[in-house]
């Protein structure tokens, strides 16, 4: 009852910020523009290879952004403001705090992305799209399912901060790390090993990011595995097969509850000490 | 013994660093009175509430509540007490009646008493209104509202007057008293020690994170007439402790 109760009001809070309104709209606009044009025929590709790809680098551009500045932010501030505080003085357990505040973000997030989506589907419907509704609803779900993994980053670094602007500031460079310079940083570590290691580095490096397993799963599971080349073709066959999508499911789990548990240690060790 | 106190704290300490720290800390809070928490700026006042709330786990000692030993960041013993803080802010986004029925709800209590509160401290009419429209004052008068909802048998206020303007200090004053007659035990920090003169039955002094008195106000401030103020045995303390 109290999860219901934190959550609704965490809800209720983001819901009537003037955040979430300025994010719904940037992400509905980038939505319709990138199905609008990534839909024309002048492109030079098939609809759904180009449209699909604009999509997915959407997502994987903004959600992890809007996810970790609202997460990270509210709690920050309602740290700094004193609210985490006294609400730890009543009657309710941390995990209730933790998950309630958690699904109050992740509901305003969801509307955000729906929104979003919903506007893009009209466009689409309109303009006639060569895109199925099952495609859709994939990116949909892997979109939700990022925004899952960031809202737990986001709200481990809100507790981990000490004030709003420390709060944004991790969140930039977590985002700039994980969306911008990832692929460099792997690109470069693979100068160090051998050939024969390369691909087993590419294989675990998808797994330490979330917005990389939520790129190759989206690729894999749009029968997209050409993107990658010839030279990871076996990547492709092992990440296809069982053992490669139950470690994209347990790594789903641990993207989650690893966040989960030190947003726990933060409010043990850290709330009133600071 | 134990029946006589609601709440004991027995070598309590909390280390942070050398030169700020609680040092072993012991005294019990008798049931059914007020006992102000004393002290100048920096003396361990607030950390000792984060104590007795729970909000920081002490470096050692123990604490009984009833008489009986807690963990004192158990949901058990949160049970136990209301919190104020000191200098809230609550969201802006909410009205003053939304987010005392967030805590009225957490707590299971009935809306006929979230506006029996809110009469209580004169925010009824602006219940409906955006926190942000709030003053200052209006502000620490709902942080006093949510201590209020709840029936816990304890009550601690830190630096509750904060802010508050002479009619609202007075009203203070008195809903304080209106608790006690209810049966509550409370406990508050304060500056101002006319305050601590008029409502308190017991005072605690604390000075660098150490207690240097806890006395009944009638026997600190008649003792062979040595102090026949608080402002004096205040002073007298500050002396000592720089010595």
């Known amino acids: 009852m109290s999860i219901y109760k934190i959550a609704r009001q965490q809800l209720t809070l983001i819901m009537r910020s003037k955040w979430l309104g300025s994010f719904g709209m940037l992400f509905a606009l980038l939505a319709v523009f990138v199905t609008y044009f990534g839909n024309s025929g002048q492109s030079g590709y098939t609809g759904f290879s180009r449209m699909t790809a604009s999509l997915l680098n959407l997502n994987l551009l903004l959600i992890p952004l809007i996810a970790l500045l609202i997460g990270s932010l509210f709690i920050a501030g309602e740290k700094e ?10 009657p309710v357990s941390v995990k209730s705090v933790l998950v309630g505040k958690y699904i109050g973000l992740f509901l305003s997030l969801w509307s955000v992305i729906t929104f979003g989506y919903g506007a893009a589907a009209i466009v689409m419907f309109i303009g006639n799209a060569d895109t199925s509704i099952s495609v859709m609803f994939l990116f949909y779900f892997l979109s939700l399912l990022l925004a899952v993994f960031f809202l737990a980053l986001s709200m481990m670094i809100g507790l981990w901060s000490r004030t709003r602007f420390q709060a944004l500031g991790m969140s930039l460079i977590v985002w700039a790390i994980s969306v911008l310079f990832y692929e460099f940083i792997v690109m470069g570590l693979s100068i160090f090993v051998t050939k024969e290691w390369i691909l087993t580095l590419l294989s675990i490096s998808i797994f330490l990011n979330p917005v990389e397993l939520i790129r190759v799963w989206a690729i894999l599971s749009l029968d997209g595995a050409s993107v990658f080349g010839p030279n990871l073709y076996d990547l492709t066959v092992w990440a296809n097969g069982w053992l490669g999508q139950c470690l994209f499911v347990i790594a789903s789990l641990l993207w989650v509850t690893v966040p989960f548990y030190f947003s726990h240690l933060f409010v043990k060790r850290r709330i009133g000490n600071e | 013994m134990s029946k006589e106190y609601l709440i004991e704290l027995e070598g309590i300490t909390k280390r942070y660093t050398e030169h700020k720290q609680i040092g072993e800390i012991s005294f019990p809070i008798k049931k059914g009175e007020i006992t102000a ?6 003396a361990g006042k607030s950390t000792l509430i ?6 920081i786990k002490p470096t050692s000692g123990t604490m009984k509540a009833d008489g009986k030993p807690v963990d004192p960041m158990s ?10 803080p000191d200098d809230m802010i609550f969201p802006n986004q909410l009205t003053g009646l939304e987010m005392l029925l967030f805590f009225a709800g957490l707590q299971g209590i009935a809306k006929s008493r979230v506006d029996e509160v809110l009469k209580r401290v004169g925010l009824f009419e602006d ?4 926190i942000k429209h709030y003053s200052k004052g209006m502000q620490q008068r709902l942080s006093l509202a949510q201590a ?8 601690i206020l830190d630096e ?9 200090v007075f009203r203070f004053k008195e809903i304080i008293k209106e608790e006690k007659e209810a049966g509550k035990t409370i406990l508050f920090s304060t500056h101002i020690l006319s305050i601590v003169e008029e409502i308190a039955d017991t005072a605690i002094f604390l000075e660098e994170g150490k207690l240097i008195y806890h006395e009944n106000i009638d026997v600190l401030t008649n003792t062979a007439g040595k102090y026949n103020s608080l402002e004096k045995v205040f002073f007298e303390k500050q002396i000592v402790g720089v010595k």
């Open chain 2, 50 to 55: 984060k104590l007795l709330t729970g909000i």
């Open chain 2, 148 to 155: 209020l909802l709840s029936a816990a048998p304890l009550l």
């Open chain 2, 127 to 130: 219940r409906r209104k955006l």
């Open chain 1, 81 to 90: 403001d004193r609210g985490l505080m006294l609400l730890l003085t009543y």
């Open chain 2, 75 to 84: 949901e058990r013993y949160k049970a136990f007490f209301s919190y104020m």
């Open chain 2, 160 to 168: 509750p007057t904060n802010g508050l303007d002479p009619f609202w």
């Open chain 2, 37 to 42: 928490l004393c002290g100048g700026n920096g």
